[in-house]
């Protein structure tokens, strides 16, 4: 490919991602595969720079005037180190596979990014600067304070490849040592002692270890948030929003196969993936059901009041993930954040009965916004005085007593994860123990069969 063919494939798939829903990552993947043509070169040289701008989205809409795919290309390319305006120009030139001539609009757009100094950056409101929807301004500020500008600096940058070792199959150190043996260099996780971390991003879904069930591929984050359930060896799980099955893979180890894990998800499309995993994890204590299902409201309404560990790792706007998935920042909207907090508070209200007196729900999401987080949390305890919040520090010291890792790494008493502070994505945890006795039980049934608390 040329070097304006390369330009005028990022402005086509940055014209699909911003008309779907559907991941960047897939849609680049499949323009790729239509495209035998382009070689490992040209992939990659689109790739980033469709991803930058996705990055970046925010400075270049700033910096151009307007925030159509020409116009961030036109900003990527001036933001360069070699960046020569003449030179741009050129790349549009209406040739075979190239983007058409710039018109009198862009032309004098490319005159403005050209003349742009960083002084007149420096001067730009906070949400150009942290490249994240001018509209999530307060409630960042209200998350971090001080500390937005490295939090979102932070959330800008690639994440790092982590891996959760398997311990029914292997142990960190032997997976360390056989990766090693193939020119594979890890680092011990800080927090998580399931945790490697790769010295070098690279594609593992191939390697003999991760076929025979001895890695995952797991942010440490999320790692940490199934450790922190504290699930114990014969216990009675419920990790409701199951998706693909990775927490409940995890779960399982640290139960060590004993005991048994209810997967739910509302969709089957997302468990179909989970059924291999498991046998080549080998975990035998997981029954996997779609809501909605005779199997799935069965299996609820045999729960009620029982369940030793509910995870809710509940639908969320992914804000913690925008380093892997940074299109999603831009297609989050006010009334979608409303819709996704009513369906946790859904989730929390209807799920709560499951859990047996003295047993534990723990709240997760992969998002940094405290509507998602505390607000839901503290509503819910309003409504549920039977629970109770267990203080992060003191489930921390719980579950890592026999390790070596270091001291809880949040203020209680919640789980709160950040790239900035922590090096992993963004995620939230609040666990909360039920404190009733075994006879106030609650009357009304919700959806699948699960009691709601009247």
Not at 52 to 61: F, N, S
Not at 184 to 199: E, F, S
Request: aromatic share 6%; hydrophobic share 40%; charged share 25%.
């Amino acid at each position: 490919m040329t070097p304006g063919a390369r330009i005028q494939a990022a402005i086509e798939l940055l014209d699909q991602i911003a008309g779907t829903t559907a991941p960047a990552d897939r849609l680049v993947a499949s323009f790729f595969r239509s495209r035998r043509y382009a070689g490992s070169k040209d992939r990659r040289a689109v790739t980033e720079t469709v991803y930058d701008i996705l990055r970046r989205q925010g400075e270049y809409a700033w910096r151009a005037g307007r925030g159509d795919s020409r116009h961030l290309v036109l900003a990527h390319l001036v933001a360069k180190d070699d960046a020569n305006a003449g030179a741009i120009a050129a790349l549009f030139n209406g040739e075979k596979f190239c983007p058409a001539d710039l018109d009198e609009r862009e032309q004098t757009a490319l005159r403005q990014l050209s003349e742009m100094s960083a002084v007149t950056l420096a001067a730009a409101p906070a949400w150009v600067k942290g490249n994240y929807p001018e509209w999530l301004t307060p409630s960042l500020t209200r998350v971090f304070g001080p500390e937005l500008e490295s939090e979102m600096a932070a959330l800008l940058g690639r994440a790092e490849v982590d891996l959760r070792v398997n311990v029914l199959k292997s142990s960190p150190a032997r997976v360390a040592a056989k990766l090693a043996a193939d020119d594979i260099g890890t680092k011990a996780g800080v927090l998580a002692p399931t945790a490697l971390r790769l010295d070098s991003r690279r594609t593992m879904s191939k390697h003999a270890l991760y076929l025979n069930g001895a890695i995952e591929i797991q942010d440490e984050g999320s790692q940490l948030v199934a450790l922190l359930c504290a699930a114990g060896p014969g216990q009675q799980v419920v990790d409701y929003c199951a998706g693909a099955g990775g927490k409940s893979l995890a779960l399982a180890a640290q139960m060590q196969n004993r005991g048994q894990i209810f997967a739910f998800d509302s969709d089957p499309r997302r468990l179909e993936p989970l059924r291999g995993r498991l046998q080549r994890a080998g975990v035998r204590n997981v029954q996997a059901h779609a809501l909605g299902t005779g199997a799935a409201a069965a299996a609820l309404s045999g729960l009620a009041g029982k369940v030793d560990r509910l995870l809710l790792d509940v639908p969320c706007s992914g804000s913690g993930a925008w380093r892997r998935n940074p299109e999603n920042k831009w297609r989050l909207r006010v009334e979608q954040l409303a819709r996704q907090g009513a369906v946790q508070s859904r989730i929390l209200r209807s799920t709560a009965p499951l859990v047996r007196p003295g047993g534990r729900l723990i709240y997760a999401t992969c998002s940094i916004l405290m509507e998602e987080n505390e607000d839901q949390v503290e509503k819910f305890l309003a409504e549920q005085p039977a629970f109770e919040v267990l203080p992060i520090s003191r489930v921390w010291e719980e579950v890592m007593a026999v390790t070596d890792r270091p001291a809880c790494p949040c203020d209680d008493p919640y789980l709160r994860l950040t790239p900035a502070r922590h090096g992993t994505d963004g995620f939230f945890a609040a666990i909360l123990e039920r404190r009733e006795t075994a006879g106030e039980a609650a009357s009304e049934t919700g959806p699948d069969g699960v009691m709601i608390d009247a």
